[in-house]
């Protein structure tokens, strides 16, 4: 199985966590780190990800994160991100309104560590998703990012993804377009 690289979002930090619900967004987040961290896959690790999981995170996600430390470095893919300023600019010009600009800029840094990785998010931030979905319309290194979201999966399904070594899905893929 090939390792992937992974960008986990602050919103799976801070959403993981137990629960009484087995289907709630916390239980379905904390299953899927903790497969994420029993499965050989790395997360990405980027300054900007650091600062944001130190902001939002969940005493889970904490221990979480201590574990896959305490596996060793081999479970966390360390990775520098040059900034390119005219590709970032492409990708804000699609943006709908200020506010929706705002926002991707916000989360721009998820799209370039996956970039720079194995092309793949996990995020609960469904609003983020299509906002990229909308500039991978344009922008074409986009289209082929895969997007998941942790609270809409069952663990099982999770798990038996990332098993399966976290293939690309096309109805993941932020330039998936079912109607064409």
């Given at each position: 199985?090939r390792r992937?690289?992974?960008?986990?979002?602050?919103?799976?930090?801070?959403?993981?966590?137990?629960?009484?619900?087995?289907?709630s967004?916390?239980?379905?987040c904390?299953r899927?780190?903790e497969?994420?961290?029993?499965?050989?896959h790395?997360?990405?690790?980027t300054?900007?990800l650091?600062k944001?999981?130190?902001s939002h995170?969940?005493?889970f996600?904490?221990?979480?994160?201590?574990?896959?430390?305490?596996r060793?470095s081999h479970?966390?893919?360390?990775?520098e991100l040059?900034?390119?300023v005219?590709?970032?600019?492409?990708?804000?010009r699609?943006?709908?309104t200020?506010?929706?600009?705002a926002?991707?800029?916000?989360d721009?840094?998820l799209?370039e560590?996956?970039?720079?990785?194995?092309?793949?998010?996990?995020?609960?931030d469904?609003?983020?998703r299509?906002?990229?979905?909308?500039a991978a319309?344009?922008?074409?290194?986009?289209?082929?990012v895969?997007?998941?979201n942790?609270?809409?999966?069952?663990?099982?399904?999770?798990?038996?993804?990332?098993?399966?070594?976290?293939?690309?899905?096309?109805?993941?893929k932020?330039?998936?377009r079912?109607?064409?």
């Amino acid at each position: 199985m090939r390792r992937r690289r992974i960008v986990i979002d602050a919103d799976v930090a801070r959403s993981a966590g137990p629960s009484g619900d087995s289907q709630s967004r916390p239980a379905r987040c904390a299953r899927f780190l903790e497969s994420l961290r029993d499965i050989c896959h790395l997360k990405v690790l980027t300054g900007a990800l650091r600062k944001e999981w130190r902001s939002h995170r969940s005493g889970f996600f904490q221990e979480w994160r201590v574990s896959m430390w305490a596996r060793g470095s081999h479970k966390v893919a360390e990775t520098e991100l040059r900034i390119d300023v005219t590709w970032r600019e492409g990708i804000l010009r699609t943006a709908a309104t200020p506010a929706d600009r705002a926002e991707m800029e916000k989360d721009l840094h998820l799209v370039e560590a996956a970039l720079a990785t194995d092309g793949i998010i996990v995020s609960c931030d469904e609003a983020a998703r299509r906002r990229f979905a909308q500039a991978a319309r344009t922008v074409r290194q986009l289209r082929n990012v895969v997007w998941v979201n942790p609270a809409r999966m069952d663990g099982e399904a999770a798990r038996e993804w990332l098993e399966a070594g976290a293939p690309p899905r096309d109805e993941w893929k932020l330039g998936y377009r079912p109607d064409e």
